[in-house]
């Protein structure tokens, strides 16, 4: 009996070497928290994905992609967060308007943000050189960028003297992005009207009780707005309003003219940073990336929609004319 337990012991120890080979590994798993929808998203999930794909990351061979998405309602930021928590995903990929939701649910899962206003400031990350926690991710400093955005417009509309900003006031970002606009359009003498958005049912009344004296709108951005970019385009261009913005998405949507970083880029440095992550970095390692490269985009056919003539030196300065 002895002998015979032996040999199935013996027999059973041989085969745990190739059963363990049989199992397959776990693939690390990346969750993409979309503030937007997926279609809106398209080109900034694709340009994340090839990052992936170059630095060997495939989906279902090497990492596992669990997406999900907001589609503009901040309240799912919370459910979404605290899906993530339960699954343990490796690591969470989303955008700075989601971040505070996601260090709510989790204090250890590494977190990267591919686009985030002021990230100091709104508390994410203790400072760009060293971001501490699990956070970490790309700024995009927008409110920097205000004035040279009104500038744009005032070569433009050389008359300019009363604009119209439509926020998402409930986003701490867009709120900053108000503060920098107004004290620029004051050093240049401007009227702001402010157009207060907390979700997308006030959009079409706040284009209602605009007066017939403003000159054009700026757009805050925000993953409200993105989810509404159609909406938005429709009433400015119904009120003759030029449009200016930080996203090229808002300018291939009908949009006029928009200045900011190409978000694409900042998508496939988020997959650098996971990158990292997943090969052993801490985020709290990682600083603070910043773009450096910023693009100014026209659409021609809303320009003539609009009955407006676009000086060729101006749009030679453009690095993209949509016509």
């Keep these: 009996m002895r002998r015979r337990q032996f ?7 041989l085969a745990w070497p190739i059963a363990a080979r049989a199992q397959p590994a776990k693939l690390p798993t990346i969750g993409f928290l979309g503030a937007g929808g997926q279609s809106a998203w398209t080109h900034w999930t694709a340009a994340f994905v090839q990052r992936l794909n170059e630095l060997g990351w495939v989906q279902a061979r090497t990492v596992n992609i669990e997406y999900r998405w907001a589609e503009g309602r901040t309240e799912r930021f919370r459910e979404i967060a605290a899906e993530f928590a339960r699954l343990k995903v490796d690591v969470i990929v989303t955008v700075g308007s989601a971040v505070p939701a996601l260090k709510d649910a989790t204090s250890t899962i590494p977190i990267v943000f591919a686009v985030a206003v002021d990230p100091v400031g709104s508390g994410m990350v203790d400072s760009l050189a060293r971001p501490g926690g699990n956070v970490t991710g790309v700024s995009i400093q927008e409110t920097e960028l205000a004035g040279k955005r ?19 006031v ?4 867009s709120v900053l992005e108000v503060t920098e606009v107004r004290g620029v359009a004051r050093k240049f003498g401007l009227d702001v009207k402010l157009l207060e958005i907390r979700r997308a049912e006030d959009i079409s009344p706040a284009f209602d009780a605009l007066g017939n004296d403003t000159q054009a709108l700026y757009v805050c951005s925000s993953a409200l707005f993105n989810a509404n970019i159609a909406r938005i385009n429709s009433r400015a261009l119904g009120a ?10 808002y300018v291939e949507a009908g949009g006029f003219m928009s200045y900011g970083t190409d978000n694409r880029e900042l998508f496939r440095r988020a997959g650098e940073i996971v990158d990292k992550i997943l090969k052993g970095a801490k985020p709290a390692d990682l600083p603070v990336e910043q773009p ?15 009955g407006l003539a676009i000086p060729e030196a101006f749009l030679l300065r453009a690095n993209e004319v949509i016509e």
Excluded at 170 to 173: D, L, M, S, V
Excluded at 240 to 249: D, G, K, S, V, Y
Excluded at 292 to 306: D, H, M, S
Aim: no cysteine; proline share 4%; glycine share 6%.
């Design 170 to 173: 409930g986003y701490q970002a």
């Design 292 to 306: 450096t490269k910023f693009v100014l985009v026209i659409n021609l056919a809303t320009a003539k929609a609009l």
């Design 240 to 249: 003759r309003l030029p449009t200016i913005n930080a996203l090229r998405e």
């Design 150 to 168: 009104i500038e744009l417009l005032r070569e433009i509309l050389p008359g300019l003297r009363r604009i119209a900003v439509i926020a998402n």
């Design 7 to 13: 040999n199935a012991f013996f027999a059973g120890a």
